[in-house]
Structures are given as structure tokens and as C-alpha cells.
């Protein structure tokens, strides 16, 4: 009616589909983070959650999801808008700011890495050297900054055991001469702690305890770092330095024969 009183031609209006939660009513902050502050936050990048956006109610036409700027505005069309509801779906923007973490060039990534460990309790113990390691190692495994608080086993001189992580990989028959054995291969003071030279002394242990191929690594894993999920354990054990490992290894052996299980000394 405003256009018509001026006596204009009115434009012709569109919108993007409603976005919705997983139960289809009208997402809100009820639902998680509804602010762009909230996502900025959590570590999520503009251009990933700027990605995702467009893709809610829209699509490209074909398979692509990780486009940049000028490729979704150049692809953009009103024709591809869906009619029905678009649904937020978490799960496919955290893969999707994975996407966009790993391509970052790395001195960017290690730059939101320190801001991130700056806020945390164990910032002080993250030396340069070690944290450049850290987070070349982690990079495509990161998908989001507040990700680096689960690196803490990296920097600190003991990592906290997770119990149930004890009793099912290092409270089993044999894990802790095994753990004992890769300990006293990595004793010389020249002992090579490279990716390969650590694959190679595992395997060495493994064979001789009469373990399959592969069979130790989880239980090195939780050993040295508490955790049972992380980057490639030979990479870990390289990155973390032989001192560490031996000592870790000694002290989780001591679990393994059934230790209290705590931060370890």
C-alpha cells in the first residue's frame, strides 16, 4: 500500500526458509547458540558458519558444501531457495568448521591456538616450541579453538588417567611388561624418537610379548597421554619426546599392575 500511495512499482519480495530445530518449531536460543557471539566464542570461523548459513533454505544444485564467498554468491539463485523448512543441524557445522580450520594457513591457526590456551589454567606450561609441534600436529584433527583444552596432556608433566580407559586397555595380560619393555628400549639417551623410530620400537615390543600387530598402540596411547582418542600415536610419542614418554610409560605400568589411578607422578 506504501508503494501504491507513492504511486512506485512495489519490488517483488522473497525470504529464505524458517530455520528450524530437530522437532521442526522455530529455532531459538532455547536450542543452543542462537548469536553470532555465541559461535565466535566456541571457535567456529565467520567463513564456516557464513558457508553454512547459505546452505540453510538453499542449495547450489549439486554436491559441493564448503564454497567460499564468491563462489556462493556467483551460484546463488532464487530459484534453488526451498519452499520447506530449513533444519539447523550442529553436527554439519562443526564438520563443516573443521573443513575450514585445516585449510588455514597454518601461522593463522597457531594464532587462534594461542588465544584459545591463553584461557586456560595451564597456559603457562605451553612453551613455544612445543605448541608450534602441537598444533601442526593437530590441525586437521581440530574443529574447533575450545578443542585445544583437550590438549593438555601435551603440556603439563602428568596426564589425569580416565579409569575406565585403565581397566579396559592397560589392566590387561601382559600390557605392563609391555609398557616396561618400550620404556627400556627409549632409556639411551640416544634413543631416536621419530614417528618411524617409535613404530618401530613398539613393534619390536609387540612381537616379542606376542602381541598382534597394532595391538599395543591403544594401550601406549592411554598410557602417555590418558586419553583414548587423539592424533597418530607414533606421531604423539615423537611430538611429547622421549623423556616424557619413558617417564609416562613407567608410571602407567604401575597402573597397569593396579596402581591407583590419579594423576600420575
Known amino acids: ?18 530455520i528450524v530445530n530437530a522437532s521442526g518449531k522455530p ?31 538453499w542449495n547450489p544444485g549439486d554436491e559441493r558444501e564448503k564454497l567460499s564467498r564468491e563462489e556462493l554468491v556467483q551460484a546463488f539463485s532464487l530459484e534453488r531457495v526451498l519452499q ?9 557445522l562443526l564438520n563443516l568448521n573443521g573443513q575450514y580450520m585445516a585449510a588455514l594457513p597454518f601461522d593463522a591457526f597457531l594464532e587462534g591456538v594461542r588465544a584459545a590456551i591463553s584461557r586456560l589454567p595451564w597456559a603457562a606450561t605451553a612453551d613455544a616450541v612445543r605448541l608450534e609441534a602441537v598444533a601442526r ?15 593438555e596432556y601435551f603440556f603439563v608433566d602428568s596426564p589425569s588417567y580416565d579409569e575406565k580407559a585403565v581397566g579396559k ?22 634413543a631416536l624418537v621419530s614417528p618411524a623410530a617409535v613404530e618401530a620400537a613398539i613393534a619390536a ?4 610379548g606376542g ?21 597418530g600415536v607414533y606421531e604423539t610419542l615423537a611430538v611429547l619426546g622421549r623423556e616424557t614418554v619413558r617417564r609416562r610409560l613407567i608410571a602407567a605400568a604401575d597402573l597397569a599392575r593396579g596402581g591407583a589411578v590419579g594423576a600420575s607422578a
Not at 501504491?4 to 519480495?13: D, R, V
Not at 586437521?140 to 579453538?145: E, G, I, P
Not at 595391538?215 to 592424533?231: D, E, F, H, S, Y
Open 137 to 151: 600436529l593437530m590441525q586437521s584433527r581440530t574443529k574447533l579453538y575450545t578443542d585445544v583444552a583437550a590438549w
Open 211 to 231: 602381541f598382534e600387530p597394532g595391538r599395543l598402540n591403544q594401550p601406549i596411547r592411554v598410557a602417555v597421554t590418558g586419553c583414548t582418542i587423539g592424533a
Open 205 to 208: 615390543v609387540a612381537t616379542a
Open 84 to 92: 520447506s523448512s530449513a533444519q539447523m543441524d550442529a553436527a554439519k
Open 27 to 57: 529455532y531459538s536460543k532455547r536450542d543452543g547458540d542462537a548469536f553470532v557471539g555465541d559461535f565466535r566464542e566456541k571457535g567456529y570461523l565467520p567463513e564456516a558458519l557464513f558457508n553454512y548459513l547459505t546452505l540453510l533454505g
Open 1 to 18: 500500500f506504501l508503494f501504491h500511495a507513492l504511486g512506485a512499482a512495489a519490488p517483488a519480495y522473497a525470504h529464505l526458509p524458517m
Open 169 to 190: 586397555f592397560l589392566r590387561k595380560p601382559g600390557v605392563s611388561e609391555a609398557l616396561s619393555a618400550l620404556a627400556a628400549a627409549l632409556e639411551p639417551a640416544d
